[in-house]
């Protein structure tokens, strides 16, 4: 058994990845990340903000939301990237500009990595994309 050093929880498989903490809101689930991607995270939920101001912010599957009658985006602090979820119809709408950016991508998933300037434009013009829908 290993068991995680922050949180104590005991798992099958050494290092299992897993949430140490329950976030209650958004701000909650920035402060708990990295404190290098801690500033990229919050002007990515600034700018979600800014394009969707009717949106309910929530925490939905330990993850940030903004919910209109549906997740409308979501997004999530991972080793190396940012996970972006807009739903698929957002990523296949989008499928040209993330190829030439050369992100990857899938389904509903956009990876944008740490190492990368983040795309706020295009965030922008996902989030105004999916607002409209």
């Known amino acids: ?71 409308l985006i979501q997004f999530a602090a991972h080793k190396n990237h940012l996970g972006f979820y807009p739903g698929e119809d957002a990523v296949n709408a989008f499928a040209d500009k993330l190829s030439l950016a050369d992100f990857k991508f899938n389904k509903g998933c956009i990876q944008l990595p740490w190492n990368k300037p983040m795309p706020y434009d295009l965030i922008e013009e996902i989030t105004k994309y999916r607002v409209t829908r």
């Not at 929880?9 to 897993?18: I, L």
């Not at 809101?25 to 402060?31: E, L």
Request: aromatic content about 10%; hydrophobic content about 25%.
């Open 1 to 71: 058994m290993w068991q995680c050093p922050k949180c104590k929880r005991e798992f099958k498989n050494t290092n299992q990845s897993h949430y140490c903490t329950k976030a209650e809101s958004i701000d909650d689930y920035i402060a708990q990340q990295a404190e290098e991607v801690q500033p990229i995270m919050r002007e990515v939920y600034e700018t979600v903000q800014k394009m969707a101001p009717e949106c309910t912010e929530k925490i939905s599957c330990h993850m940030p939301t903004f919910w209109q009658g549906k997740n």
